[in-house]
């Protein structure tokens, strides 16, 4: 049930002078080793040893996927790269690549994080684990292969594609557990389905699903066609990878682990922390990274800290599930939408495929998004009438959850191309 129960259901009290002891250190250490930091603190007169409380964190400032890139490949390294066993990437969707970095010690604890990650979600020795992730330098694939190792865990390193075969292996091996991204999990359902493949006849146990947003609509969807327990899981390459934060089997919120990172959630705009429960931008710092410690670094992920006690007795403080990126709110008539609150509705309505993508563009100035909905083959080729009643009622479900009206357009089944690893929701045409 617990990997590491003697950190995860720590007293409050002293995971708190844990998170300080480590921060202490870590900021020791980028301000001797990292000219970058040293600089930065310097001009704000700060004294890391005057840091007395977690609170004291306020005074520091933010690092920005910007200061990533101008520091790249290895400026913001603290260790000489002798001791760097291991460099990930992350290439993004804009701009130029960023370079992390890892130590040995750094390897062995990504390896329990992720181990906790996956005990939580109710993953054993005694499983049989198909990781679906991309290897390579994205951190998915090796991130949670060491973790799933490290448990003792069975590990398939399949790596993502080739679906058909993914399915054979997971028949032929006894697959018990897959690990992928949430929208590559629907497309191995509905490959299934297509080889008519019933899921009930497999081994598979649990989903652990994660590297993109997903609506609880999707979990519910995932959950149905493939008869699995599916977790959401979180983390991101400037900070480690996968093993930041994961869900346990209340499946109500992601257990963050607290005594390798110290979270806040701001305001985007003020930069000022949000009142207790309110969703704004997360921020992170790493508390025991050798190679690549990060001191509150913006993730642009919007989310919330749940207050309440988890019933699975952790004391590890939950974050609600990521809503988005605040680089992927589209502001559509001065309203505020992520493509998660669309997603919601489509997998709602009845005859809707799960599939979907939000076209911006911009016409006389305005922003004009269009939302592609794949339906079943029977309603695609039904009579245009009813097309058109799907169309409006799509409309007047998505107008009454965002407050604005979007147009809709039915489109055959797979128009909408598939992803094996992170899917693009929105293509945005105005920066064409
Ligand atoms: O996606 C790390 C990861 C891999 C996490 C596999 C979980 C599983 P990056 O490629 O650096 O790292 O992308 C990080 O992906 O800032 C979020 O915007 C998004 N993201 C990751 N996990 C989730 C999630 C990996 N569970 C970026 N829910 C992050 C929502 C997620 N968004």
Known sequence: MYWEPERECMAREDLEQLQLERLQSTLY?????????????????????????????????FTEKEDLRSNYPYGLFAVPLRDVVRVHSSSGTTGLATVVGYSRNDIKTWSNLVGRVLTAAGVTRNDVIQIAFGYGLFTGGFGLHY????????????????????????????????????????????TMMEMGVNPNGLSLRFGLFGGEPWSEAMRQEVHE???????????????????????????????????????????????????????????????????????????????????????????????????GRSDDMLIIKGVNVFPIQIEKVLFEIKGTEPHYQIIVERENHTDKVSVLVEVSENIFFDEMKKQRQMVDHIKARLAAELGIGV?????????????MGKSKRVIDKRKL
């Open 29 to 61: 250490r980028v301000g001797t080793h990292v000219p970058f930091y040293r600089k930065k603190f310097e001009e704000l007169k700060f004294n890391y040893d005057a840091v007395r409380s977690l609170d004291d964190i306020r005074q520091l400032p």
């Open 147 to 190: 973790g799933a190792e490290h448990i003792g865990a069975s590990v398939i390193p399949i790596s993502a594609g080739n679906t058909k075969r993914q399915i054979q292996i997971m028949q032929d091996f006894k697959t018990t557990a897959l690990v992928c991204t949430p929208s590559y999990a629907l497309v191995i359902a509905d």
């Open 225 to 323: 066609k493939l008869g699995i327990l599916a977790t959401d899981n979180y983390g991101l390459s400037e900070v480690m990878g996968p093993g930041v934060a994961g869900e346990c089997q209340e499946c109500n919120g992601l257990h963050i682990n607290e005594d390798h990172f110290l979270l806040e959630v701001v305001d985007p705009i003020t930069l000022e922390p949000v009142a207790p429960g309110e969703v704004g931008e997360l921020v992170i710092t790493t508390l025991t990274k050798e190679a690549f410690p990060m001191i509150r670094y913006r993730t642009r992920d919007l989310t919330r800290f749940l207050l309440e006690p988890c019933p699975c007795g952790r004391t590890m403080k939950r974050m609600e599930r990521v809503i």
């Open 407 to 419: 147009d809709v357009k039915l489109v055959e089944e797979k128009t909408i191309e598939r992803s």
